[in-house]
């Protein structure tokens, strides 16, 4: 195997420009993904026989809920890659990742609980798979907030690495939640080994959706980790070159 | 198109509230993701170039022994 890209992600004037050259396409993209999936789910997507149209929040529920866990992954693997071979664009990319995921994670514990009302009768319930995602909300603002926690910035990373690294547990956990124990909380949508039970008039706007909301994680990962770069690296000749 | 017009669209068959809310809060959580970075970059960049712009202003010299209390340079907050 190559490991040249390995080494040139230590680097984060490579990192700068070659995010800057995929940008404009990430924007794109994803624009037009979330665009088509949004309005194919809101606007032609055939009512649910049991639940109506409060289903059609399914189409933005279960792309923050995906992304929020997929998030923290990232995170976690950044982590590891920061604490053993000392890469600091991984520890920037955790420090970058965290708002991104927290917001995700509102914004599934929110989009759940108005789907929950008409639903379930319920905003909430301490449900496995609703508690385990609150954890991973904690998780997050905990992130956040150890940066902040040590005066030295070394300290803080390693510190941070590591919870994101223990954190990484409740993962499963949320995975397995709906299988584990009885919970309120309908089981997966979308399985990569079985045959979906969801109609494709309603799946494949989903997966648009999905695939939307993706590409705007990268694209706003992007953005923050490339301020992080120039904020970081501000002393370098080859900043100083691009403000020139 | 599974709506008949405007009007049951907005309702969407009584859930119209949750529905709206929810959709209002991703729309949120988007431009709050897409604002924050861009007037963080903004902020960055006006810090670089007052930063180069200082050091242009005044060389690298060696710090001098000061009689007087310094006086902030002109134009620049205190």
């Known amino acids: 195997m190559n490991w040249t890209f390995f080494h040139k992600l230590g680097s984060p004037k490579w990192f700068y420009e070659i995010s800057g050259r995929w940008l404009p396409w990430l924007v794109i993209s994803s624009a037009i993904l979330m665009t088509v999936g949004l309005v194919w789910g809101l606007l032609f997507a055939p009512p649910d026989y049991l639940q109506g149209n409060s289903y059609r929040i399914i189409f933005i529920h279960v792309p923050s809920a995906f992304l929020a866990q997929a998030t923290y992954v990232m995170m976690a693997v950044a982590g590891a890659v920061a604490l053993i071979w000392r890469m600091k664009l991984a520890d920037w990319a955790l420090k970058c990742g965290a708002p991104i995921g927290a917001s995700f994670t509102v914004m599934a514990l929110v989009t759940g609980a108005v789907w929950g009302k008409p639903t379930w009768g319920t905003w909430w319930v301490w449900d496995a798979r609703l508690t385990a995602m609150l954890i991973l909300l904690f998780l997050y603002i905990g992130i956040i907030a150890l940066r902040d926690a040590f005066p030295s910035q070394q300290t803080a990373s390693k510190a941070c690495a590591i919870l994101a690294l223990v954190g990484v547990v409740n993962i499963p956990i949320i995975k397995f939640s709906v299988e584990w124990w009885n919970t309120l909380h309908q089981p997966a949508t979308l399985k990569l080994t079985e045959k979906p039970a969801m109609a494709p008039e309603m799946l494949i706007p989903l997966l648009i959706c999905m695939a939307g909301f993706y590409l705007f994680f990268l694209t706003v990962f992007f953005l923050r980790l490339r301020n992080e770069i120039l904020h970081r690296e501000q002393r370098t000749r080859w900043v100083r070159a691009l403000f020139s | ?78």
């Open chain 2, 1 to 78: 198109m599974a709506f008949e017009d405007f009007a049951s669209f907005i309702a969407m068959g009584g859930h119209g509230l949750y529905v709206w809310t929810s959709y209002a809060v991703a729309a949120l959580v988007v431009i709050f993701n897409l604002v924050g970075p861009w007037r963080e970059k903004r902020r960055i960049q006006a810090s670089i170039s007052r930063q180069m712009r200082r050091e242009t202003a005044a060389p690298k010299t060696k710090p001098v022994q000061r009689s007087a209390p310094m006086k902030p340079a002109h134009g620049e907050s205190v």
